[in-house]
């Protein structure tokens, strides 16, 4: 391929993040010191790694869990973020259910606090997208549908995309 078309493909930035939750079904959120808002424990994806590894990773890192990356809940493509030069494709993983007094280690360099929130809750303290994020995977984890977040879809429009099992 020439460089000519190189050029013209689409160039994305990856992350992967978890969705974990305590005994009462509140989600963990992290508060990075870097962003005004809180988000889900998780990070960029790495030269080499596929966005599950990227995920048990993040968590092991920020805060200082091991957990087992389970289905994928949700893709969402977000574009527009003043912090990243390029469109972020998230996924989100379904990392199960931890009791609320379990030790949490925070990656204090990123991570000023932690906590777990109902929906309503973290409605509050994330960014739109992000909320829109928690809601779908939610609702992913529920039905066993994998849920695709377009760009500037309408809260709740989420499209769920297949079977999983």
């Not at 389970?70 to 990392?95: A, E, I, K, N, Q």
């Not at 529920?142 to 995309?161: A, E, I, K, R």
Request: proline fraction near 6%; glycine fraction near 10%.
């Amino acid at each position: 391929m020439s460089d000519d078309f190189w050029s013209t493909v689409n160039r994305v930035v990856t992350g992967a993040s978890a969705y974990i939750t305590d005994e009462r079904g509140r989600v963990l959120l992290v508060d990075p010191n870097y962003r005004e808002h809180w988000s889900f424990p998780g990070g960029m994806i790495d030269a080499g790694e596929h966005p599950a590894q990227a995920c048990a990773r993040e968590v092991a890192e920020e805060v200082g869990l091991t957990v087992e990356v389970g289905r994928l809940l949700t893709v969402s493509w977000v574009h527009g973020l003043s912090h990243v030069p390029y469109p972020v494709v998230l996924f989100t993983f379904d990392c199960g259910e931890i009791a609320s007094d379990t030790p949490i280690t925070l990656q204090t360099e990123e991570l000023d606090d932690y906590g777990f929130f109902t929906l309503e809750e973290a409605e509050r303290v994330l960014a739109g997208h992000a909320y829109e994020r928690l809601r779908a995977s939610a609702a992913a984890r529920d039905s066993g549908v994998l849920t695709y977040l377009p760009p500037g879809s309408p809260p709740g429009q989420g499209g769920l995309v297949g079977e999983q099992g």
